[in-house]
């Protein structure tokens, strides 16, 4: 089946440093969510993409539209402690669900 | 801001019972979706919903799964006859146009519970 793999599982940074993290498939996605977990609540939209190449930013967040279809990158500047959560990615081939990565947990040190 | 909401925030309830788990989706938005996920893991789709009737369905969502939209602003999920592994979060979203992707907003999610 369709599987979107996340890396890193977890990251530790310090506050100020700049995070990147990617997801990955097999299989060619037309449209790509980034979301971010809390725990105990919902997924919250981050960024959306929906062309080969994009790259769109909100605030601090830039993702990428990977150019093979197969894969999106996330990147957090200058990251601060409300940025510990979780990180998913989700990837739509023109049907009516999400397919869900692994996820990222993110933890800042102060 | 629009969001979605779901009621309860935590449910729990015997095996063998039948549960019903409410949503209030986005007032504009026309398509409707429940997600599940077991503690720990990835998000998963279970169905979409369009114009009163189930548009997608995974294979999680088998017979004992049902979805409605009994009026105008509720969308319910339920489960006939519970099982211990349907202890998860579930989450309620919506989006305003469905097929060929959109971004979905989520609920905040109703962990349930069985025992």
């Known amino acids: 089946g369709q599987q979107l793999n996340q890396s890193p599982q977890s990251m530790f940074i310090q506050e100020g440093e700049d995070v990147s993290m990617n997801c990955t498939s097999s299989s060619i996605f037309n449209t790509w969510l980034w979301y971010k977990q809390d725990p105990g609540e919902g997924p919250v939209l981050l960024i959306a993409?929906?062309?080969?190449?994009e790259l769109t930013s909100n605030g601090r967040l830039t993702a990428q539209f990977g150019i093979t279809r197969k894969d999106s990158f996330l990147n957090i500047s200058a990251s601060i402690p409300s940025d510990v959560g979780i990180y998913f990615c989700?990837?739509?081939?023109?049907?009516?669900?999400?397919?869900f990565g692994t996820g990222t947990r993110l933890k800042v040190l102060a | 801001e629009p969001e979605v909401t779901q009621t309860p925030s935590h449910q729990v309830t015997q095996m063998g019972q039948e549960v019903i788990l409410r949503c209030v989706p986005i007032s504009n938005h026309l398509y409707f979706y429940w997600y599940r996920q077991i503690l720990g893991q990835k998000v998963e789709f279970l169905v979409s919903f369009y114009n009163n009737e189930i548009s997608e369905k995974s294979e999680i969502f088998d017979d004992q799964f049902s979805v409605e939209r009994p009026d105008g602003s509720n969308f319910t999920l339920k489960i006939r006859s519970t099982k211990l592994e349907d202890s998860a979060m579930y989450f309620c979203?919506?989006?305003?146009?469905?097929?060929?992707?959109?971004?979905?907003?989520f609920g905040p999610g109703t962990r349930l519970t069985v025992t």
């Open positions: 979203a919506s989006s305003e146009i469905g097929q060929g992707g959109y971004e979905q907003y």
């Open positions: 993409l929906y062309k080969a190449g």
């Open positions: 989700a990837g739509q081939r023109g049907t009516y669900k999400y397919i």
